[in-house]
């Protein structure tokens, strides 16, 4: 697999892969959000301050405002942390800019 990534990678610019690593991320986001949510042993329909068909359309959304990501992990009795890092140096500690 690693192989087949590295290939379609070397036909691609750097715009495109850093695009498609986005993208990626997005979707490991969405499915990270529904895994927490079934690990919690929540059905979509038991979300608070949620109805079922909205979770349904934020766990398969690809973006989202970060106020409803800090809802829907507040319904789960969760708290958000949001840090930077340097992508150039990463032995630099990462700053946090919101933590609730």
Known sequence: ?????????????????????????LEILSLKMAKLRAEHDIKQSDMRNFKQSSVSKIESRKDM??????????SLGM??????????NQTESKQILIRV
């Open 65 to 74: 405002k970060i106020s409803t990501m800090l809802d829907y992990f507040d």
């Open 79 to 88: 708290g958000v942390e949001i840090s930077v890092f340097n992508r150039d």
């Open 1 to 25: 697999m690693k192989n087949a990534i590295k290939m379609m990678e070397d036909n691609m610019s750097e715009e495109s892969i850093r695009r498609a690593r986005i993208k990626a991320e």
